[in-house]
């Protein structure tokens, strides 16, 4: 028992600090991603609220197929597809070939996967705010976008925070596949660290303790953010 | 709720006419995509692999089914435990949901394979045991993977379920003299269940589209046949597109037979 703890070590022997390395590594995409995906989801949850009928339908087909479609399989197209058509692109151009690191296309990926989501979340979101206060927002004479960054926004936010809750949830966890496409990220270099050393259980158990980590921690935040942004405001289950 | 009608831009786009101008030229757009694909791309390896893929589809459709099947079964006792259980078994039953939720369900599955797998083999009584060619085979630890992975995830619904069953029709049963378990059949898991059938449906499609990750332990799955298929070709695209093609009509169909449950079971006073 001693010598495999022993493997757990921050030092050389142990492989403590690889698995650290690659908790960072999922980190830092699962955060991007997130990130990114909020910027596709808000600006697709707009689109398909105030858009014309054209761009409502080309985001009704990105929300679709990317729902309907494993995220391993969209991984694989978006990373393998993705790096290819940029190069194409950039042949087009006549340009050299550039390398995408793989955390720039582990970013993207997630991104691209978690904007459908949160399109979906965050229009719900904004349909579930009681009509009276955007009325309210107008009859101020606050200009549309003033009235989004003013009312909507922070009104719908008790309604978006489960979901997109949720979805932070969904995009740590959705890193480790990207240890298929062999981003050396915690779940892989986990494998690694279990392949070289034979000890199997003892690393993929402190791997799973830390993701359950990332998750409580994630857990309490999450609570302490829907503290704040319900407060002055009826719960919206008690609401309903 | 205000009473005011909502402004147009807040009413959700309805189901439309196909005949549109708009989606007209969408569609021509679509059409167009197609035959690029058909003929700047490369089919002919598809007749070669028909029936591996169609064996491949088999066992992703066998896996999906047996292990929600099972899940669910599980994720019923799972839930109730938590919303009317002795304290000690609830809190082992949320700490079970927390622990599996909490982790990805790749981790899991290596955890089980390569990790259980390992120590299984140190046992001799396990490998004299008539056990020992299933625990050799790739599936079975699929299997156990996705089973308990569905079953946490369905028991949080389920709890949520349980709990949300109006307690006046529990108290009008057991004014009715129904037993705890007359009561629990008849009146609380049918109308748990009702509750659950649109989350049941989501979870379900999210079930499907983790299948293909059992294709990492060397389950022959869809997802598995296409690898290789892109592996032996040496195509990037044209597998990959038929595989997200074919995982779409899945979950469509998946949905459509949801609902048509849906529809059936009657919905009186819900």
Known sequence: ?240 | MSVLPEPAAYIAPKARSLREPHRIVLMLIFAGLIVCAAWFMRWDWLPRYQERLLYGLWQTLLLLFSTSIVGFLLAVPLGLVQVTGPRPLALLARGFCTLIRGTPLLLQLWLLYYGLGSVFAQFPEIRSSFLWPYLRQAWPYGFTALMISFAAYEGEVMRGAFAGVPKGELEAARAFGMGRFTMFRRIWLPRAIHRALPTLTGETVLQLKSTPLVATITVVDVYAIISRVRQETFLTYEPLLLLALIYLCLTGMLVYAFRLVEKRIPSRGA
């Open chain 1, 1 to 240: 028992m001693d010598a495999t703890l022993q493997l757990l070590s921050l030092q050389s022997p142990g492989w403590g600090g690889v698995l650290l390395a690659g908790l960072a590594a999922s980190l830092q995409v699962a955060f991007g991603g997130y990130l990114l995906g909020l910027i596709i989801g808000t600006a697709g949850a707009a689109g398909k609220l105030w858009g014309g009928p054209v761009l409502r339908d080309v985001l009704e087909v990105y929300t679709t197929v990317v729902r309907g479609v494993p995220e391993l399989v969209l991984i694989l197209i978006l990373y393998y597809a993705g790096t290819d058509a940029v190069n194409q692109v950039m042949a087009l151009l006549g340009l050299p070939a550039v390398d995408i690191s793989g955390l720039a296309a582990g970013i993207f990926v997630i991104g691209v996967v978690q904007g459908a989501y949160s399109t979906e979340v965050l229009r719900g979101a904004i349909l579930s705010i009681p009509p009276g206060q955007i009325e309210a927002a107008r009859a101020y004479g606050m200009s549309p976008l003033l009235a989004l960054r003013r009312v909507t926004l922070p009104a719908m936010l008790p309604f978006a925070l489960p979901g997109l809750s949720n979805l932070w949830l969904i995009a740590t966890k959705d890193t480790a596949l990207l240890a298929v496409v062999g981003f050396a990220e915690l779940t892989l270099v986990t494998r690694q660290a279990a392949g070289t050393t034979k000890a199997y259980m003892t690393f993929f158990l402190a791997a799973g303790a830390l993701y359950l980590a990332v998750t409580l921690i994630s857990n309490l935040v999450i609570r302490a953010l829907e503290k704040r942004a319900l407060r002055g405001m009826v719960r919206p289950e008690a609401a309903l």
